[in-house]
């Protein structure tokens, strides 16, 4: 069995760059498809059992609405 490292990376996309991938990300889970996606180099593949959350977020002035996505690997 691999070694496995943590990874916590932000990466900022222009916005048509992020649009673009929410639209791949909806079609994939609407057709039941997992997810691949590559993020600061590294390929990630989503699976299908994966489930979605959506969270927000305040502090002071700054508010945050985080899309999530987790699975467990196998």
């Not at 496995?4 to 039941?32: N, Q």
């Not at 691949?36 to 699976?47: C, D, L, N, S, T």
Request: proline content about 3%.
């Amino acid at each position: 069995m691999g070694v496995s490292t943590e990874r916590d990376v932000e990466k900022v996309y222009p916005k048509a760059d992020f649009v673009a991938k929410l639209r791949r990300l909806a079609d994939a889970i609407e057709c039941g498809n997992r997810f691949e996606i590559q993020i600061a180099g590294e390929r990630i593949y989503v699976p299908v059992r994966a489930t979605f959350m959506i969270e927000h977020e305040k502090s002071g002035d700054e508010e945050e609405i985080e899309f999530q996505i987790k699975w467990e690997r196998k």
